[in-house]
């Protein structure tokens, strides 16, 4: 007997790569059923090497016979269906905003916080955060644990893949355009992204800051400390795949540097790559199709007591959204929440 699985939003970018994610990791899995609002039904999607699943519709779907729904299909799919879901008896895994900040749904990256998913026997819904939040979180709870993060100031530098295969595309067309005098109009963001910044990821509020920069600050404070100060700043880069972070902490007491190589080399889902010299660092064109957070750049930040500044990259696609919803299902069959 196996578990009986759905993923819904199979048809995008993120679905494809829980499905990819799935078969790697061997998860047991007895049915996989694809599933897509609006007119998805009907594609056909790869899971594993051999298996190919025909996608069929979310609306209408009876989840009285799924034990677990990815879903991956954005926040309104999230809002319209989960809930149905998790009432029908399965346990959800919500990649969307909708949940995260629900004080009655568990916020998880399974390095930082796994024990918090017994708290989802109430709603069976788990909430997955935002790819800079899970990248920031893995590599700054173990830090955290020696040395209590108070305040951390966040820049982070978001790769196209994360709103969507237009915006890749987007991303491409504008690059080819540039050499030939034709580059396209920005469509998929606010200004052209070829060889440019942006600094706006999701909508400007009233207060001067986006809805990504709102959301990734208090997801940390979930995550890591209710009593975390956190400032981020988020920039669109003209990067396909590749989240970055770069991350200034003050603690309430000293971290040594020695520390806190020694705390980052021990943690799970880390890899420190951290030489004083010339290219000794990880960049994001690196790190596609990577499952770490790769750590570099560890200094001290002279200009406070207990400071320390940092660089962490990852994957836009695996732990900064498929990968760690798979690990966040893995921990949910291993505490026997899923079965």
């Known amino acids: 007997m196996g578990i009986k699985v759905a993923v819904v939003g199979a048809t995008g970018q993120v679905g494809r790569e829980i499905l990819r994610t799935l078969a790697e990791r061997a998860f047991p899995a007895a049915e996989v059923a694809a599933l897509s609002p609006g007119r998805g039904g009907g594609q056909e999607v790869s899971y594993g090497e051999e298996q190919v699943l025909r996608v069929r519709g979310l609306e209408g779907h009876d989840f009285r016979d799924t034990d677990l729904v990815f879903f991956a299909a954005g926040e309104a799919a999230s809002a319209a269906e989960a809930q149905r879901a998790a009432e029908a008896g399965a346990m959800v895994i919500d990649l969307s905003p909708r949940f995260r900040l629900e004080p009655d749904v568990p916020l998880v990256v399974p390095e930082a916080n796994a024990a918090t998913l017994t708290r989802a026997r109430k709603r069976r819904i788990v909430a997955c955060p935002s790819a800079l939040a899970a990248t ?48 396209p109009p920005a469509e998929q963001f ?17 207060d001067g800051y986006t809805t990504e920069e709102r959301g990734a600050a208090a997801e940390l404070r979930k995550l890591i400390d209710p009593d975390l100060a956190a400032i981020v700043t988020s920039v669109r880069v003209p990067v396909f795949i590749g989240d970055a972070a770069s991350v200034t902490v003050a603690f309430d007491r000293p971290v040594e540097e020695k520390q806190a190589w020694a705390a980052l080399r021990e943690a799970p889902g880390i890899i420190l790559l ?33 400071g320390l500044a940092f660089w962490c990259v990852t994957d836009t696609l695996r732990k900064g959204a498929a990968l760690n919803a798979v690990q966040v299902a893995e921990e949910l069959v291993r505490l026997k929440l899923v079965e």
């Open 274 to 306: 951290d030489r004083r010299e010339e290219a000794g660092y990880v960049t994001p064109s690196e790190v596609a199709g990577e499952d770490a957070v790769y750590v570099s750049r560890l200094r001290r930040d002279l200009t406070v007591p207990h």
């Open 190 to 206: 606010p200004k052209t992204i070829a060889f440019n910044l942006i600094p706006q990821v999701g909508d400007i509020g009233d």
């Open 136 to 183: 920031v979180a893995v590599a700054l709870k173990p830090l955290h644990a020696i040395g209590k993060a108070r305040r951390a100031v966040i820049t982070g530098f978001h790769a196209v893949a994360g709103a969507g295969k237009e915006a890749m595309d987007e991303l491409w067309a504008q690059t080819r355009g540039v050499y030939v005098n034709e580059a």
